[in-house]
C-alpha cells in the first residue's frame, strides 16, 4: 500500500461501516489507480487484491483526515476499528 499525494477525478464512491470485524469494500473500478479514504474515527486500513482483510496492525487511518492511497484496479479495502464508524471509499481517476 503506498501513499499518494497525486489528485485525481472524482468516481465512484461506497461507505464501508466499519465495527471490530473487518469489512471490505466493493472491488475498484478498471481505471482506479487511486482511492480517497476517510474515516469516522480511528482504524486500521488494507489494499488488496481478492477479499483483504485488515488488522489492528495495519496503516493507521486518523479520524476525518482524508488520505490518497495508490491502489490497482479491481482491488478493494478493508478496514478494522475498535468501535463502529464509516469508512468513506472514493475512486479517482
Same mark, same amino acid.
Given at each position: 500500500m503506498t501513499?499518494?499525494? &497525486?489528485?485525481?477525478?472524482?468516481?465512484?464512491?461506497?461507505? $464501508?461501516?466499519?465495527?471490530?470485524? &473487518?469489512?471490505?469494500?466493493?472491488a475498484?473500478? @478498471?481505471?482506479?489507480?487511486? $482511492?480517497?479514504? $476517510?474515516?469516522t $474515527?480511528?482504524?486500521?486500513?488494507?489494499?488488496?487484491?481478492?477479499?483483504?482483510i485488515a488488522?489492528?496492525?495495519? @496503516?493507521?487511518?486518523?479520524?476525518?483526515?482524508?488520505?490518497?492511497?495508490t491502489?490497482?484496479?479491481?482491488?478493494?479495502?478493508?478496514?478494522?476499528?475498535?468501535?463502529s464508524?464509516?469508512?468513506?471509499?472514493?475512486?479517482? &481517476?
Amino acid at each position: 500500500m503506498t501513499i499518494s499525494n &497525486s489528485n485525481g477525478r472524482l468516481g465512484a464512491a461506497q461507505n $464501508v461501516a466499519l465495527t471490530s470485524t &473487518s469489512a471490505a469494500s466493493t472491488a475498484f473500478g @478498471t481505471q482506479t489507480y487511486s $482511492v480517497l479514504l $476517510v474515516a469516522t $474515527v480511528a482504524c486500521n486500513v488494507r489494499i488488496s487484491d481478492g477479499t483483504p482483510i485488515a488488522v489492528a496492525t495495519d @496503516t493507521l487511518i486518523p479520524p476525518n483526515w482524508p488520505m490518497v492511497f495508490t491502489c490497482n484496479p479491481g482491488q478493494k479495502v478493508a478496514g478494522v476499528t475498535a468501535s463502529s464508524a464509516t469508512l468513506s471509499v472514493t475512486e479517482l &481517476s
